[in-house]
């Protein structure tokens, strides 16, 4: 079907906030739609996302760059961008729950899959999903906790799976 | 445009990037070969995407246009 050979990607996600949750996983499953041949390696907070149950949430604090918008009103409402002060978004009590609930609605709201839909189609289109051991034995993590399709690998086995990659990326 | 005819039709509408290709995938996957698919998205980012798709997975876009909010596409299976 395809006159192209395959195509490899290796990424690494490293991070397990839900705005980086989704570049691994979008990256993966269009990559696999595209009839490549792809492989994770989650390491350090990117480990998280491997858990059965994906508790991502998006920290304001960190990303003083980030737009705050409102998930609900109509659509010049929505599209306004608040200046709310870092210094506020990153102290205040409970802001980090409510604008993870205002970026959960507003890619419903836009049509985005979810974090979990993303990694259920990677999943069944084969992309292989690598933890990394050395991290999983810092943070005291057992490979019981992630989804079935993971592999416990460590760097060589990375590099590896890299070296023949025409893709690699670092998220 | 209209008079293409297509085996199956998938409804992309309200999807937003990378669900419209993701689903033309799994369906043109379940297709058989020769089979026509019409696709429509109300994505403006899939006029790039389904065709970047399609090139490199080796399907021919017979015709690709758009009717109001609608981008319309008829990809054949190879």
């Known amino acids: 079907m395809n006159e192209n050979p395959q195509k490899r990607m290796a990424l690494i996600a490293s991070k397990g906030t839900l705005d980086w949750a989704y570049p691994p996983f979008i990256l993966a499953s269009t990559a696999a739609a595209m009839d490549m041949e792809v492989g994770i390696f989650f390491t350090f907070y990117g480990l998280t996302l491997l858990n059965k149950d994906i508790d991502a949430k998006v920290a304001p604090a960190t990303n003083p760059a980030m737009p705050m918008k409102m998930p609900f009103g109509p659509e010049g409402f929505q599209n306004i961008e608040w200046p709310i002060p870092n210094i506020i978004m990153g102290n205040v009590p409970g802001f980090e729950t409510m604008a993870t609930s205002f970026m959960k609605k507003t890619f419903k709201n836009k049509g985005v899959a979810t974090v979990e839909e993303l990694r259920d189609i990677c999943v069944e ?40 990659a025409d893709i690699s990326l670092f998220v | 445009m209209n008079e293409i005819e297509f085996n199956q039709e998938l409804d992309c509408r309200g999807l937003n990037c990378p669900l419209p290709v993701l689903k033309t995938k799994k369906a043109i996957d379940e297709m058989a070969a020769g089979d026509v698919l019409k696709m429509i998205s109300t994505d403006p980012g899939s006029q790039n995407d389904v065709t970047a798709w399609a090139k490199r997975t080796g399907n021919d876009i017979l015709s690709a246009g758009h009717e109001g909010s609608d981008f319309i596409y008829y990809i054949k299976k190879n």
């Open chain 1, 125 to 164: 289109s084969g992309v292989k999903m690598y933890g990394c051991q050395m991290t999983m034995d810092v943070f005291g993590i057992s490979q019981d906790q992630f989804i079935e399709a993971t592999d416990v690998a460590g760097a060589a086995s990375f590099l590896e799976f890299a070296a023949d």
